[in-house]
């Protein structure tokens, strides 16, 4: 176990408690997949495979889950916290549709996960909340509602007054609900993830960044801490960080930061289930032990809150503490401020498959601020195609819906330093 004393660790209120250590690269490795990447995307991806029989490798540059994956909210979201209608428009009905059914069959493999595995991770199943702050943001949601329940997804409208504090209610113009939607603690369920993956045989390592790769005589060679890797199928989960390895993705998946905050433990109940408001630019739930964890308001300062910065911004925080006192009037003592980066994809559904089939190389990444509660389905479903199998679930996360990806002949056989 390492200790939270350790000055290197995840800000995140998540990273407080011990964790297990997983070791750095310390020798040569061979493993039919290696992975690159270990956040919710590469832990899941690696248990699969692990599960399936394969060989499998996975290289993490930092601590796993320490990026994106242990800084985020735990919200486990089917309907994502746009309205649908938008995502309609944006995607067709089918492209919308794929995307809550990854979101209900992440949750489903998560759950399956904690439950087979016993992983102590706060994980509950109790619904979560869309709060407008607008007449219009009201429309714009219940405008969504028969589609979403034409498409399965049953969103109901409740009132304020039996979901938000009475002193928080004039806030918020209406709720919905969406019963089946989860919270979960994220480094918890990832690092018992990892665990259990580590006892069907994958090898995990963390502290352990690819500086470069190179596709050589059929295999994939990977240089990490002065150690080689080899691997026939290399599969990127790098996330935010794609573009490092990949310049070529720079156009199709870019840095954006989101940022969060973790009061005291308070005695009132702000809320019982994960909350989004403003269109989901707002956030917050509560833990078991009463701390409200709030962020977002990456919409008061879109064009700074870019880039690979993790070090919060006065900025940001102030807006979420204005939203804290709206929640809070009475004040809560903050302990933890963390910032995190997310990877947004072009077109806002993440890349998933091949992108270079001929030289073994796959792609899972650009979730675009939905990652937890998308990753474990993707993976599942990409572990299917990595054996050339018919994967449908992920068909319109193929990278190559974009045509200037398409056009890539030479192929990809060089990552990182020298791409
Ligand atoms: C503040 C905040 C709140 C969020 N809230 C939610 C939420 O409630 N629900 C939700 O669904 N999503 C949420 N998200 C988004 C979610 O966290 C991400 O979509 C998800 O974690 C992405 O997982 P990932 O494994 O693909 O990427 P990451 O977690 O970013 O993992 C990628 C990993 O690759 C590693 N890496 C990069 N380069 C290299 C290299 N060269 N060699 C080796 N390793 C490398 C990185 O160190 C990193 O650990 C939030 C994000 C933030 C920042």
Not at 73 to 91: I, N
Not at 121 to 140: A, F, H, I, M
Not at 191 to 210: C, D, L, Q
Not at 317 to 330: D, K, N, Y
Request: aromatic share 8%.
């Amino acid at each position: 176990m390492t200790s939270p004393r350790d000055a290197s660790r995840p800000t995140s209120w998540w990273w407080t408690q011990p964790t297990p250590t997983f070791q750095p690269l310390d020798s040569g490795l061979d493993t039919d997949v290696l992975i690159v990447g270990g956040g919710i995307t590469g832990i899941t991806l690696a248990y699969t495979l692990a599960e399936k029989g394969a060989s499998v490798g996975l290289l993490e540059s930092g601590y796993l889950a320490g990026e994106a994956s242990g800084r985020n909210a735990g919200f486990l979201l089917a309907a994502p916290a746009e309205p649908y209608r938008e995502r309609v428009e944006f995607w067709g009905r089918e492209g919308a549709r794929a995307v809550l059914q990854i979101g209900r069959r992440s949750h489903q493999r998560l759950r399956e996960l904690v439950q087979r595995h016993g992983i102590d991770c706060d994980y509950e199943q109790k619904g979560s909340l869309r709060l407008s702050r607008s007449s219009v943001e009201t429309e714009d949601i219940r405008a969504s509602l028969p589609e979403l329940r034409h498409d399965g997804f049953p969103m109901r409208e409740v009132p304020v007054a039996e979901v938000v504090p009475a002193v928080a209610q004039p806030l918020f113009d209406a709720a919905f609900e969406v019963p089946e939607d989860g919270q979960v603690h994220p480094v918890k369920l990832q690092h018992g993830i990892a665990v259990a993956a580590i006892e069907k045989g994958a090898r995990i390592h963390a502290h352990s960044r690819v500086t470069h790769a190179r596709w050589q005589a059929g295999l994939w060679e990977v240089h990490a801490n002065g150690q080689t890797a080899r691997a026939r199928t290399l599969v990127i989960a790098t996330n935010a960080h794609t573009p490092q390895l990949i310049p070529a993705l720079a156009p199709f998946i870019a840095p954006r930061r989101g940022q969060m905050l973790a009061t005291e433990p308070l005695t009132e109940r702000i809320t019982s289930q994960p909350a989004y408001a403003q269109y989901g630019y707002q956030y917050w739930c509560q833990t078991p032990s009463g701390r409200l964890i709030i962020g977002g308001w990456r919409d008061v300062d879109f064009d700074a809150e870019v880039g690979f910065d993790t070090q919060p911004t006065e900025r940001i925080q102030s807006a979420i503490e204005g939203g804290l006192a709206q929640l809070v009037p009475a004040g809560a003592a903050i302990e933890h401020r963390w910032a995190g980066t997310m990877g947004f994809a072009r077109d806002g559904r993440p890349l998933v498959g091949w992108l270079d089939a001929a030289h073994h190389l796959a792609i899972c990444g650009g979730f675009t601020g939905h990652g937890m509660g998308m990753a474990a389905a993707c993976t599942l479903d990409l572990a299917e195609l990595l054996e050339f199998k018919r994967a449908p679930g992920i068909a319109s996360f193929d990278p190559h819906r974009f045509p200037d990806l398409r056009q890539r002949h030479e192929g990809i056989i060089v990552l990182g330093a020298g791409a």
